[in-house]
């Protein structure tokens, strides 16, 4: 006895846990980053800085510190293919076309590269290019859209024009027939079924949107459904809805105004009595654990709303739900053993913050 616990105490710690666990609770996730700086879906500008304060504030090292494999393919950049093209309430439309393109090619080229892909914004309207991508590349979709908001105005029923507030309903194809013709988006065709996307969050719906909530029986849990049955019990029934064999690859489009503004302050259309960050932990922990996680949008993270304090709290609050997302589980990790020790891949280093 003596013998052998001596042996154990003069072998590296690491070496001790490698044969005691032959499998190991740490994520191994392939991920790729792609950065959306975009702010043209909305008013407020410092948006499009989100990218780089979720970067600077550690949200790779997260998920490298758990052993995914990390691929970051930079910001999106684009060039406006038709400037001056207008759309009757659609602001700076011509910008959102040129930009969604490139970001739908991205997110494509991440995920037929094998990845999981994870996108940071910018605003919602980014909503677009991402789904459209993920869609392009694995086929018939479920959305989780969590978020204070519905996100589902047309231009005819949106009462500001701000784009952030319509992508959900130019990706649906039961809505596809309440738009005019949109130049230059011939590149995006809304294929998804409503039918496929559920809502978890939501405290701020206009009136139209709420119309067409019902007439197409979305599945939609607000926070009273979360006060009523539990957030566990609301993200299970999301999943359920939307994807019941598990077959369809799953987008989470991840809204950080859908947690309550104590915890994440510092974004554009703020709503109180939100979710809490346990709560949105739990939904991107359920998420993991269903295995079916293909792409995941955390977005309106906005720099340049609130003070040093708030940003810092909101940036932490970003990198908690989207580690849970990607495999991080509180009651801890075990160490990472030799072999799994992660890479880092960085497409575009002048883009990012990390090296
Ligand atoms: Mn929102």
Same mark, same amino acid.
């Given at each position: ?106 997110? =494509? ?8 892909? %994870? ?18 590349? =694995? ?135 939100? %979710? ?70 960085? =497409? ?8």
């Amino acid at each position: 006895m003596n013998s052998l616990r001596r042996t154990l105490l003069h072998r590296p710690a690491k070496k001790i846990f490698a044969r005691l666990f032959a499998s190991n609770n740490n994520s191994n996730a392939r991920v790729g980053i792609v950065g959306v700086p975009f702010e043209k879906g909305q008013r407020n500008s410092g948006v499009s800085r989100g990218p780089g304060v979720l970067r600077a504030g550690g949200i790779v090292q997260d998920l490298l510190s758990f052993g995914c494999d990390v691929k970051d393919y930079g910001d999106v950049d684009y060039k406006v293919e038709q400037p001056g093209t207008q759309v009757n309430n659609m602001l700076e439309y011509d910008d959102f076309a040129s930009c969604m393109e490139k970001v739908s090619s991205t997110v =494509k080229q991440v995920l037929s590269e094998g990845r999981l892909c %994870l996108s940071l914004g910018g605003d919602h309207s980014m909503g677009v290019g991402t789904i459209d991508g993920h869609y392009q590349a =694995k086929g018939d979709l479920a959305v989780l859209w969590v978020d204070a908001h519905a996100d589902i105005n047309t231009n005819a029923t949106s009462p500001t024009g701000n784009l952030h507030g319509m992508p959900v309903a130019l990706l649906v194809k039961e809505l596809a027939d309440y738009w005019p013709y949109l130049p230059g988006m011939d590149w995006q065709m809304p294929k998804l079924s409503i039918k496929n996307i559920a809502y978890i969050g939501l405290r701020s719906v206009d009136e139209y949107e709420s119309l067409i909530l019902e007439k197409f029986g979305v599945t939609a849990f607000s926070m009273e459904d979360v006060e009523q049955y539990g957030v566990h019990e609301v993200t299970r029934r999301a999943l359920e809805a939307i994807n019941p064999h598990g077959d369809r690859s799953l987008h989470v489009s991840f809204d950080i105004d859908s947690l309550d503004p104590i915890e994440a302050p510092s974004t554009g259309t703020a709503e109180r009595g939100g %979710l809490s960050l346990r709560e949105g932990v739990h939904i991107m922990e359920t998420v993991f654990a269903s295995g079916t996680l293909g792409a995941m949008d955390l977005v309106e993270v906005n720099p340049g709303i609130g003070s040093e304090r708030d940003v810092k709290i909101t940036v932490e609050a970003a990198r908690q739900v989207v580690r849970a997302g990607f495999g991080y589980k509180r009651r801890g990790m075990r160490p990472l053993l030799a072999q799994e020790i992660p890479g880092l891949i960085v =497409k575009n280093s002048s883009q990012s913050e990390i090296n």
